[in-house]
Nanobody, 128 residues
Framework: QVQLVESGGGLVQAGGSLRLSCTASGRAFSTYAMGWFRQAPGKEREFVSGISLNGGNTYSADSVKGRFTISRDNAKNTVYLQMNSLKPEDTAVYYC?????????????????????WGQGTQVTVSS
């Protein structure tokens, strides 16, 4: 079992920055890959960024490349999403997720269905 708690969301003006955090408990954090997803009203949940369990590999959706950075601190059981140059279209509920299957240490998981555990979400609102 894994429990995930996100924090750091809020209201920011376009061009601003936010850093989301997701702290995990339960199973050893260094044994699973992590990802960030988002869901805007009336839209499906979409992949934002993912990071391998050893932190060595990351991958981000084209819509956020160059603006968002995912990282993890296995000593703190926490994954982060640094969001810069925010746009109104980034407005959504952001979720972190854990993929606890037997995958390689360097694999990044990008598909929603592959993730086993989800946080409750944190709202990010970007005003124009």
């Amino acid at each position: 079992q894994v429990q995930l708690v996100e924090s750091g969301g809020g209201l920011v003006q376009a061009g601003g920055s936010l850093r989301l955090s997701c702290t995990a408990s339960g199973r050893a954090f260094s044994t699973y890959a992590m990802g960030w997803f988002r869901q805007a009203p009336g839209k499906e949940r979409e992949f934002v960024s993912g990071i391998s369990l050893n932190g060595g590999n990351t991958y981000s959706a084209d819509s956020v490349k160059g603006r968002f950075t995912i990282s993890r601190d296995n000593a703190k059981n926490t994954v982060y999403l640094q969001m810069n140059s925010l746009k109104p279209e980034d407005t959504a509920v952001y979720y972190c997720a854990a993929e606890t299957g037997a995958i390689g240490p360097s694999k990044v998981v990008t598909t929603t269905d592959s993730y086993d555990y989800w946080g409750q979400g944190t709202q990010v609102t970007v005003s124009s």
